[in-house]
Nanobody, 121 residues
Framework: VQLVESGGGLVQAGGSLRLSCVAS????????VGWFRQAPGKEREAVSC????????YYFNSAKGRFTISSDSAKNTVYLQMDGLKPKETAMYYC???????????????WGQGTQVTVAS
């Protein structure tokens, strides 16, 4: 089981990025895949989650209304479209695998290595 994130980078405040999480070793149709982020000196927090097989999606903290999670079964990839980014959202962004969506970091079974998002003011 492997998760690989990409798509991070430097963006100006108010800008957009689309993160990708490619899964290998399993089909995420049968699992939940969540996005988390961790800013320097802060705890890792949940951002969004998609349940497998067209199930419900969830948004946590301030992501609702500006972020959109989606998936492509053919590519075994989960995306996180982030619009209206704010400097305080500068963080390492991770995707994680779980049986069901949960905002608790301790519930996640597998983690990717992360992709850095930096939002300049």
């Amino acid at each position: 089981v492997q998760l690989v994130e990409s798509g991070g980078g430097l963006v100006q405040a108010g800008g957009s990025l689309r993160l990708s999480c490619v899964a290998s070793g399993f089909s995420f149709d049968y699992y939940a895949v969540g996005w988390f982020r961790q800013a320097p000196g802060k705890e890792r927090e949940a951002v969004s989650c998609t349940s497998g097989r067209g199930g419900p999606v969830y948004y946590f903290n301030s992501a609702k209304g500006r972020f959109t999670i989606s998936s492509d079964s053919a590519k075994n990839t989960v995306y996180l479209q982030m619009d209206g980014l704010k400097p305080k959202e500068t963080a390492m962004y991770y995707c994680a695998l779980n049986g069901v969506c949960s905002p608790a970091t301790t519930d996640q079974a597998n983690w990717g290595q992360g992709t850095q998002v930096t939002v300049a003011s």
